[in-house]
């Protein structure tokens, strides 16, 4: 009989297996790549433009490509990357970015690529606007995976989703 430590240890190994099975994406299909391109501002209030985000990315059966920057609207600091994870579920996507650039300047050593950022956008629908969320800079290490998370603000521009 086991004790109830080794129950519980046995129970919670049993859980994580499952929530991993879970979470798992379908590999896309070769032919069929997933894709996200959005163009356009962030805006935390009404028609005041805080960040413009140019994204593009492609998932072509487990091989990520593509390029992110930003430009913030009132303060001129601008940062970019390559796309190396991104996750669309209906009309959301989202995708993680290691900052290799910041201002145009390569950043030295162990600061490039040291922080990513995700960004999730929703692709508005029946009149809705478009939306965006942002969470980093974050060690990049400290991403696992990219599955969407919340869009609060607005986004002033075009956003096209293919794939699922």
Known sequence: MLSRQSSL???TIAL???AAAIVVPAAASASTPTTLSADGHLQPMANFN???IVADGQDAGGTVTGTYAATGDMIPISVSGPVTCLDVEGNTASLVYPITAVNGMTLPGGLNGAAAVQVTVTKGANGQSNQVGIMGPMATTSFNGCAPGPT?????????????
Do not use: E
């Open 9 to 11: 240890r046995v129970t």
């Open 16 to 18: 994580a297996v499952a």
């Open 50 to 52: 805080a960040l413009h």
């Open 152 to 164: 609060p603000f607005t986004f002033d521009g075009t956003v096209s989703i293919d794939g699922d």
